[in-house]
């Protein structure tokens, strides 16, 4: 068996030792004679996992069981228009931060169902950094305040929460989910799609604050996208397999330490790699300094010619998905949570020699 160092953006790297539990158990889930992924979504069994999961994740982000946690499909895409569908009507303002492609899409499906205001936008310094709070220009009527924690694409994320002067918050944490402490009083509403940090593609974690999904509208809206519908049971078929892998993962997370282990290891992963990008000029971040992501780490060389040859020098020493996403070029390393300080070490050690043989 090979093993690469793998940065991919997403779907991204999983923790070793949960893959290992997979495989263990792909053919005879502990001892009943078949896989999690054939059996019965209501059968005890899957019960007990989707039940696992609820709790695990209830404690490791200390929710104190004032949030709905719910596991739909449909990724992030499809909750740029659910939440609007649930939480603003036609007569009410919303207001949206953008900063990146995903809060475009979001914003996009929002003005489907009400207004949007737009309290601050990045596009015209190509979303190289992301908002202080005296830069909102918030409504001071929205129903709710999104916002995108961490652009995968431009290597910029939220240190803390934005400012809403008190109205809930409604994030997309896709890329940055359980890397770090949250200010959960703050939200509203939290949804991230698996495949970054927590899981397997397949499955969105939902969260909802139950004084909040009160205000959701429950009517007029199909029973598959309405809220209500998800609170309290498992309504229709879920992605089971990877229910299960995320239930795993958050095990693993549990195991380790829980968020204050994962924020640290986080800081030191990029604090290594963002050093060995500023040393002496050859490479060169994209994402303004005070907006550096610690998930995706994106920076440039000094040619597209030498971006090619790093990719493929990389790529001959097992350092893998590299690129950097297509909208903005250069190289990307995505070091999620399941990617450990091994491999950022053996990243950082290539690049010094690549920087020596070609600076």
Known sequence: MKRVHNFSAGPAALPLEVLEIAQKELLDYQGEGTSIMEQSHRGKSYTRVDTEAKERLNRILGLGNKFKIMFLQGGASTQFMQVPYNFLKPEETADYINTGIWSKKAIKEAKLFGNVHVAYTGEDQNFT???????????????????????????????????????????????????????????????????????????????????????????????????????????????????????????????????????????????????????????????EVNSRSKMNVTFRLPSEALEQQFLKEAAEHDLVALKGHRTIGGIRASIYNACTLESLEILVNFMNKFRADNG
């Not at 809403?164 to 009083?185: E, H, N, Q, V, Y």
């Not at 939200?187 to 974690?205: D, E, F, M």
């Not at 800081?267 to 500023?278: C, G, H, P, V």
Request: aromatic residues 12%.
């Open 129 to 287: 950094r992301v908002p202080a709070d005296e830069e909102l220009n918030l409504s001071g009527e929205s129903r709710y305040v999104h916002f995108t924690s961490n652009n995968t694409i431009y290597g910029t994320q939220f240190s803390s929460e934005p400012d809403s002067k008190g109205t809930p918050l409604i994030c997309d944490a896709s890329s940055d989910f359980l890397s770090r402490k949250i200010d959960i009083d703050k939200y509203g509403l939290i949804y991230a799609g698996a495949q970054k940090n927590l899981g397997p593609s397949g499955v969105t974690v939902v969260l909802i604050r139950k004084d909040f999904l009160e205000t959701a509208d429950k009517k007029d809206i199909p029973t598959i996208l309405n809220y209500h519908t998800h609170a309290d049971r498992i309504f229709n078929t879920p992605p089971t397999f990877a229910v299960y892998m995320v239930n795993l993962v958050l095990k693993w997370v549990e195991e380790k330490g829980g968020i204050p282990y994962f924020e640290k290891i986080n800081s030191q992963k990029a604090d290594l790699l963002y050093k060995t990008i500023d040393d002496d000029g050859f490479y060169r971040g994209i994402a």
